[in-house]
């Protein structure tokens, strides 16, 4: 069992950044691939970034965050990170963390993904 808590939402104006943590629990959270996915309103829950499992190695984005979002991991802090530059009005979702226990090293379908945490809003004014 992993319980994950994002922190690190607000409101920033366009062009700005942010960096969102997600604190996972459990002395495994290494073997866990990790995602970001948002969700605003009206809208379908989509793939940020994901991140694999162990060293991080590989990471994936969506494209709409491509070159302007960066995800991260510290196992020895049990935290993955997705730092937001360049945001723009778009960008405003609530933003979830999950984690991924299955066989792959990184997954970006938010079906497979086993925990979710309860997510933070991010908000960016124009």
């Known amino acids: 069992q992993v319980q994950v808590v994002e922190s690190g939402g607000g409101l920033v104006q366009a062009g700005g950044s942010l960096r969102l943590s997600c604190a996972a629990s459990g002395r495994t959270f290494s073997r866990y691939a990790m995602g970001w996915f948002r969700q605003a309103p009206g809208k379908e829950r989509e793939f940020v970034a994901a991140i694999s499992s162990w060293s991080g190695d590989t990471t994936y984005y969506a494209d709409s965050v491509k070159g302007r979002f960066t995800i991260s991991r510290d196992n020895a802090k049990n935290t993955v990170y997705l730092q937001m530059n360049s945001l723009n009005p778009e960008d405003t979702a609530l933003y979830y963390c999950?984690?991924?226990?299955?066989?792959?090293?990184?997954?970006?379908?938010?079906?497979?993904?086993?925990?979710w945490g309860q997510g933070t809003q991010v908000t960016v004014s124009s």
């Open positions: 999950a984690a991924y226990g299955g066989p792959m090293r990184v997954q970006v379908r938010s079906w497979e993904y086993d925990y």
